[in-house]
């Protein structure tokens, strides 16, 4: 796991689109334009965005958003479809979610399609529970009281 750089643009954009295309069937070309820019949407705006190798490939991306001194939104998180079923959306995951105690956040939010499965039992596994439902989406948070320890890998 490392944070991004510049050349891994072109590799974490297709990675992203490609696991939505894959869940959506299609990919509305008006949606998704924070993917135009990685470097400037996320981490020069003060956000963690990370990608996860396997020897030289790319195998996964993810990121966390500060909302505020307390509160992050964990976003982007793809897995190679030839990567897929091994755990690295986990270890993705559980590290943005160590980024977010070790900077203190007290609550870490996600939001995922209703009917994406595979997420919903992604971010469960982790440790993030339902609090809200709407027309298209669940939202899940994780609360990171002082008390609890890190999360194991």
Known sequence: MRPFRREDQAEARRIILEGLGDHF?????????DLDDIMTTY???????VV???????????????EDNNLGRIV?????PNFR???????IVKHLIR???KNGLGQIVVETNHDWNSAI?????????????????????????????????
């Open 25 to 33: 069937g299609t990919i509305d070309q008006n949606m998704n334009h």
């Open 43 to 49: 981490t020069k705006a003060g956000h963690e965005f």
């Open 52 to 66: 996860a190798e396997l020897e030289a490939w790319m195998v996964g991306t993810g990121a966390l958003l500060y």
């Open 76 to 80: 982007r998180v793809s897995v190679n």
């Open 85 to 91: 079923g091994r755990g690295y959306g986990e270890a």
């Open 99 to 101: 980024l977010g105690q």
């Open 121 to 153: 039992e992604l971010y469960q596994k982790c440790g993030f529970q339902p609090y809200e439902r709407d027309d298209e989406s669940l939202y899940l948070r994780m609360d990171l009281g002082i008390e609890q320890q890190l999360v194991p890998v």
